[in-house]
């Protein structure tokens, strides 16, 4: 089965273009988590900075980068058909938020 070419926009993003962009979200809840153990490390609170914990976060994270990258997916397309690179902006945009209030709750766990 061939895909014929002349169907699809040119400047149309398709589902292959959304995987960078997940992958780049669950990179940088990796990175906060580092940062959250980092800053408990240095208070006193963990032990080290690579521990269990750490690996319970980083799962979590998984978790609920998969759980948005699913139902994201369903956004992405439907803003893509709509108008081409409006999804792509559009999901970026909410996986900046989304890393933007983990970032204010991890700031807000640790201050107090």
Request: proline letters at 3%; a positive charge.
């Amino acid at each position: 089965m061939q895909i014929e070419k002349h169907n699809i926009p040119q400047n149309s993003r398709i589902l292959k273009d959304y995987i960078p962009p997940v992958i780049t979200f669950f990179v940088g809840l990796i990175l906060l988590s580092v940062y959250q153990n980092i800053i408990l490390y240095l208070t006193g609170v963990l032990d080290s900075v690579v521990n269990k914990s750490l690996f319970l976060n980083s799962l979590h994270h998984l978790g609920y980068a998969a759980v948005c990258s699913v139902l994201f997916a369903f956004l992405f397309n439907l803003l893509e058909n709509k108008k081409s690179n409006l999804g792509f902006k559009v999901i970026r945009f909410i996986f900046a938020a989304l890393l933007l209030i983990e970032g204010l709750l991890i700031t807000y766990f640790i201050g107090n």
